[in-house]
């Protein structure tokens, strides 16, 4: 999605409703995670768990809308690579260089472990700034998506739809393991099970191609399929936090029904796809050029955004210390200030080695 041309209103809009809702998430994070990763909880966590639930689908809408634009690969793997790795490798090792001088800045390191940091760089983050993840697992899917798209290209409805199939299997598997810890091969000495080469963010991807293949056309059961779907979804999501917010003594036994490997964060997804299929608009609308705009500087909103979240969070916590009115205030001023700085930047020469 590199260019103003030839835009789908609707996907640009999912994808910058997406972005919000990703900085929303991150928002959230601190009125419901404490010291060492414990569990905050009262009635913050509990707007907390109203706003973000749905946020949980962020990231495989993200994945979907990479499927949908990018698979099958038409080019040789070489140009492929060369053309993605340039737009979005460069601008990824530049932030984590910022990101461990703005550690420094904070006074969260001293000078030698900057050091260490920056010489950290091509083996992992460089600092540990949790939402780059994202970019290794984006980086991860376009070495595979060569190898994927001989097979995609020419695969029929049946046979796409067999590994979605599976792959919608492995996404119970969190739930299954409640009640039987070890299935299909599952043992201390074993980490790829029967069904693992079926799991993981892959299969969003592929279901992002399938909806461009066969659903692109809008149809009159799109609204109640996304709004049935989505419902589904969200209240597992929601409910699944809510009860173990009672019991969950640390995040990662809170998050079950949030990661997004479960069935459930993949119904939102697919969802809310189905809604926004129905959203149109006039390309030359101010709205419409606004979206489009938002839509192509996401990449570099999602670098940037932490910075502005942390300050904005300081700037305004000692104010407003209810989440119900903190989350989304916080959420908008950093993506609103986000995408005006990314603007800002996009006017430099050589700007997309710093944005994408």
């Avoid at 907390?48 to 499927?67: C, D, E, Q």
């Avoid at 260490?116 to 595979?144: A, Q, S």
């Avoid at 959420?331 to 603007?343: G, R, V």
Wanted: proline share 4%; charged share 10%; aromatic share 18%.
């Amino acid at each position: 999605m590199a260019s103003s041309q030839h835009r789908f209103f609707n996907l640009d809009l999912l994808r910058v409703f997406a972005c919000y809702l990703v900085i929303q998430v991150h928002a959230g994070e601190f009125f419901y995670i404490g010291e060492g990763g414990r569990v905050l909880g009262g009635e913050n966590a509990f707007w907390v768990n109203l706003y973000n639930s749905l946020g949980r689908a962020a990231v495989p809408l993200f994945i979907m809308l990479t499927g949908y634009f990018l698979l099958p690969i038409k080019e040789s793997t070489d140009v492929f690579l060369k053309k993605r790795f340039l737009r979005v490798l460069i601008p990824f090792i530049l932030w984590c260089a910022v990101y461990a001088v703005y550690q420094f800045i904070q006074g969260q390191v001293d000078v030698t472990t900057l050091g260490v940091n920056l010489l950290k760089i091509p083996l992992n983050f460089g600092t540990e700034v949790g939402h780059l993840w994202y970019i290794y697992m984006l980086i991860g899917l376009y070495l595979f998506a060569p190898i994927i798209s001989p097979w995609i290209q020419s695969a029929s409805k049946r046979s796409i739809q067999f590994y979605l199939l599976i792959w919608a299997v492995t996404l119970c598997v969190p739930y299954i393991h409640l009640i039987f810890p070890e299935v299909w091969g599952e043992c201390y000495w074993n980490p790829t099970p029967m069904l693992y080469y079926f799991s993981g963010f892959l299969g969003f991807g592929v279901l992002g191609y399938y909806l461009r293949r066969y659903h692109t056309r809008p149809s009159k059961a799109d609204i109640p399929i996304g709004l049935l779907l989505t419902a589904l979804g969200y209240g597992i999501t929601f409910f699944g936090f809510a009860r173990l917010l009672h019991t969950a003594a640390f995040v990662p036994e809170l998050e079950l029904t949030w990661s997004y490997g479960t069935i459930n964060v993949a119904m939102m997804a697919l969802g809310l796809f189905f809604l926004f299929k129905r959203f149109s608009m006039s390309a030359d609308t101010f709205i419409a050029r606004c979206i489009t705009d938002i839509s192509l500087k996401s990449y570099g909103i999602y670098l940037i955004h932490i910075i502005l979240l942390n300050g904005f969070y300081t700037l305004l916590s000692a104010k407003i210390t209810h989440a119900m009115i903190a989350i989304p205030l916080i959420s908008m001023a950093t993506f609103l200030s986000s995408y005006l700085l990314i603007k800002a930047l996009s006017y430099l020469p050589k700007s997309k080695f710093i944005i994408g």
